[in-house]
């Protein structure tokens, strides 16, 4: 186990921000507390280039967006996905992500998920380079999602989500910061999604979908005058499926993102806004106009093969400006499905020319869905 020795103010400025992603080479990236909601949790998706918005619904769909999940072909299920994070430079960080949905009837679908990072163990230190003993921080999320089909082709989704944050383990931290705490919250995810059936047309399915995610309450890991926003995240995308023929299919996927929080001024500083001023505003706060608001959207674009529903293939691609993070990262994947089971792989590459700590960043995920018996009723859709 590799330990790391970590100025405790020095954690908690780092953690709401872009600790976890690439070497960032501008002074106005956007910053977030528990940033952690963000990374991609399943293998299938990290495979897409983080591109699922619209995306057929799985076990993990609900991560992407809550409003999809009642589109799914099976009765119950669940998945286990497994990351060791930033495993090029230490061995001891990993994510773990538990989900489960079961599909009430032809219209509505109730699912949860469990999100917990650990972070290692890491040897704090004060100012002056004092022991202050070592801790193993750790993030967690807990969500339940409920997803409604109004029409054969629109679908709503809405989630719930418990946060828990816990980064020093409450050291008594006598600096400028004030005392350490865990930092807790509550936030909600909204999602929608409008299919498009085109048997007729050269594409088999057409789908739309956005959603807001991490919508909540600001989080403080030492008192109130230290609150910071969570991720909140735009999400808005399409996919398209076109079936060569009876055993081949491909889909092609897009995806946009936006954090909606305030961008930092012009000498990196962030404004002090209350959480809603501060989402309504991050379309318009960036000092360099709207040609900066634009470097704060990212691209996932993607492509999955499909063999007879049995073996699939992935490659995707994720975009992000130079000037706010700069992410930028080929991912491939593979996945199999027999019976009710099924296994994916992805394995990041960057492409910006940088040493990267997100390089080699390989996920797993194990899946069990169990197909549901159609019955026929009455339905408000039909």
């Known amino acids: 186990m590799k330990i790391r020795f970590v100025p405790l103010s020095l954690l908690l400025l780092l953690t ?57 072909d099976k009765e119950y299920g669940g998945s286990f996905s497994y990351t060791p994070w930033l495993a090029k430079i230490v061995n001891d960080m990993d994510i773990f992500y538990l989900s489960g949905f079961y599909k009430l009837d032809r219209e509505q679908v109730i ?65 400028a910061l004030g005392e350490s705490k865990p930092g807790q919250t509550v936030a909600v995810d909204f999602g929608v999604l409008y299919k498009v059936p085109l048997k007729s047309a050269s594409l088999s399915d057409l789908s739309f979908g956005a959603s807001i995610s991490n919508l909540g309450g600001k989080i403080s890991y030492s008192d109130d005058r230290n609150r910071s926003f969570l991720p909140t995240n735009l999400r808005i995308g399409g996919a398209a499926t076109k079936e060569l023929d009876p055993y081949n299919k491909i889909t092609f996927l897009l995806d946009f993102n936006k954090l909606m929080i305030p961008s930092p001024d012009a000498n990196g500083n962030f404004q002090n806004k209350s959480m809603l001023s501060g989402v309504f505003g991050s379309f318009s706060d960036a000092p360099g106009g709207f040609e900066e608001e634009m470097q704060e959207i990212t691209k996932s674009m993607a492509i999955e093969y499909w063999y007879n529903a049995v073996f699939a293939g992935r490659l995707g691609y994720f975009h992000e400006s130079a000037q706010k993070g700069n992410r930028q990262y080929l991912t491939f994947g593979l996945g199999f499905r027999k019976n009710n089971f099924g296994i994916d792989m992805a394995y990041l590459v960057p492409t910006n020319g940088r040493e990267s700590a997100l390089a080699e960043t390989i996920r797993f995920s194990v899946i069990l869905q169990v197909p549901e018996i159609i019955a026929v009723d009455n339905s408000v859709t039909d």
């Open 16 to 72: 709401t921000g872009t600790v976890f992603s690439q070497t960032v080479t501008g002074s106005n990236v956007i910053t977030s507390a528990a940033p952690f909601l963000t990374i991609s949790p399943d293998a299938r998706h990290a495979g897409l280039g983080d591109a699922g918005v619209a995306s057929s619904p799985d076990a993990n769909g609900a991560y992407w967006n809550p409003a999809k999940m009642v589109f799914i």
């Open 111 to 175: 699912s949860a998920s469990f999100k917990y990072f650990d972070m290692g163990k890491i040897f704090f230190t004060d100012q002056g380079g004092g022991s202050l003993g070592d801790y193993n921080p750790r993030d967690a999320s807990f969500d339940v999602t409920y997803s409604r089909m109004l029409s054969p082709q629109l679908s709503l989704g809405l989630t719930g989500r418990y946060i828990y944050s816990n980064l020093t383990g409450q050291f008594n931290n006598n600096n």
